[in-house]
């Protein structure tokens, strides 16, 4: 009889060696939590925000396309599959009226500029006072917060000084609310993100929040970022120093741009440049659970019929990029952009639907299929169903109907790849 060789102090000199690893997995690797990702990020001015704001914005994308005729002439721009193009426009029709908005940021950085010290603080407060109203009527959108200044030290002392009057406010109204996000721009250095860190700490003592309940994006648009002069990636280093409060990568197209002398013409999106950076950020929070985003195009529907025909066919074409690139979320600076960014995301996940509840429902049930799907794949399937029905592209029906399981076992599939045990399923 074939007996095993290594003893029980090998498994513990092995197990020895491996604590360092063990523990670098578990606490930096936990993977996505596969709660919702927005699919955009919507970004205003603080000053110009107004508790209706999110419904002018959901008027305004539905009398841009009233204005070209209806989503039959977006869905002709775009060159959508004819047996798609009702399911896609019934879809954004009711996004526009229902959501208009998944996250919005009031931006309090460039898109606001320098201010006076009391206007800002000003603003800050009236645009908390509306935050607060907003999340307790029912008309904020399911992820909001700002965009204070950076940590660079022209700017440090005023964006510290809107953070900490924003959260002061928000908890003397009520609290923070569950979807609060806040974002840190222009980081350069992995210095900026402990500093940031730094300020959650003190204020979530100040005001007995839970720790780690504060967290933040940051922003990418520096090359310093991407490739620092000694040679390492700080991008991937701030995760370290971020403790867990890091949920996003959020990569800025045009400053990235400029920073790198590319001429104006040239910045955008799909340029070989934001390729390489995306794709660094990719690789930096590959299992971590941070989140990535693409950046905005410049490019608007405005204008003549001919321009914001093609200004539809670009964004959408960029939204489908990102999409099949693993950006699933990206910004949108106009109304106008909401019916391309809502119909390119369901183009992508009604597209690919089909094939990815087929073989999900062939790996989970056990089912012979010509395509052999481990578990790694298994959970990309299942995301990206889950993915769809968040943002509305898919309805819950037709997951069990195509796919034959519960809201449950899907998010065990999300999660690990693996089915959950029959005692998992009943818990």
Not at 128 to 139: I, M, R
Not at 284 to 309: H, K
Request: proline share 5%.
């Amino acid at each position: 009889m074939t007996e095993p060789t290594l003893s029980a102090a090998d498994y513990k000199a092995i197990d020895t060696v491996l604590q360092s690893t063990d523990r670098l997995l578990s606490e930096n690797y936990p993977g996505d939590d596969g709660t919702r990702q927005p699919v955009h990020t919507v970004y205003v001015p603080a000053d110009r925000f107004t508790g209706t704001l999110v419904a002018e914005w959901g008027a305004g994308a539905l009398a841009a396309l009233r204005a070209q005729g209806g989503m039959e002439a977006l869905s002709a721009t775009m060159g959508l599959p004819a047996p798609l193009i009702d399911q896609i426009s019934a879809r954004v029709t009711a996004k526009l009226h229902s959501e208009p908005i998944e996250d919005l940021r009031l931006d309090f950085e460039d898109g606001y500029g320098l201010r006076a010290d009391a206007e800002e603080d000003g603003d800050t407060l009236r645009v908390a006072d509306l935050v607060a109203a907003a999340v307790k009527d029912g008309t904020s959108p399911p992820f909001i917060g700002i965009r204070f200044k950076s940590l660079e030290e022209s700017t440090r002392a005023r964006g510290l000084r809107t953070l900490d009057l924003f959260a002061a406010r928000l908890m003397e109204r009520g609290g923070l609310p569950e979807g609060l996000i806040l974002t840190l721009p222009k980081v350069s250095t992995a210095a900026q993100v402990e500093g940031m860190v730094y300020a959650c700490e003190k204020l979530e003592h100040f005001h007995a929040l839970p720790a780690g309940r504060l967290r933040f994006e940051v922003q990418v648009e520096t090359p310093q970022l991407i490739l620092a002069a000694d040679g390492t990636v700080p991008v991937a280093k701030l995760l370290q120093v971020g403790n867990g409060r890091v949920s996003a990568l959020h990569y800025g197209t045009y400053d990235y741009s400029a920073s790198l002398e590319i001429a104006a013409a040239y910045q955008a999106m799909d340029h070989p440049a934001a390729d390489f950076a995306k794709q660094v950020m990719q690789v930096a929070v590959a299992g971590t659970g941070v989140r990535l985003s693409d950046g905005s195009t410049n490019i608007l529907p405005l204008g003549s019929d001919e321009n914001v025909l093609s200004a539809w066919k670009l964004h959408s074409a960029l939204v489908q990029r990102s999409l099949e690139r693993g950006y699933y979320q990206g910004w949108d600076l106009h109304p106008a952009q909401l019916p391309s960014r809502f119909a390119a995301t369901y183009l992508f996940y009604r597209r690919g639907f089909g094939a990815a509840a087929a073989r999900l429902r062939n790996y989970a049930h056990r089912l012979e299929s010509t395509v052999l799907d481990e578990p790694a794949t298994a959970r990309a399937l299942a995301r990206f169903l889950q993915r769809g029905l968040l943002c509305g592209a898919v309805d819950p029906q037709e997951i069990d109907a195509a796919v034959s399981l519960s809201a449950h076992q899907l998010a065990a599939l999300a999660q690990s790849g693996l089915m959950p045990t029959a005692k998992e399923n009943n818990d």
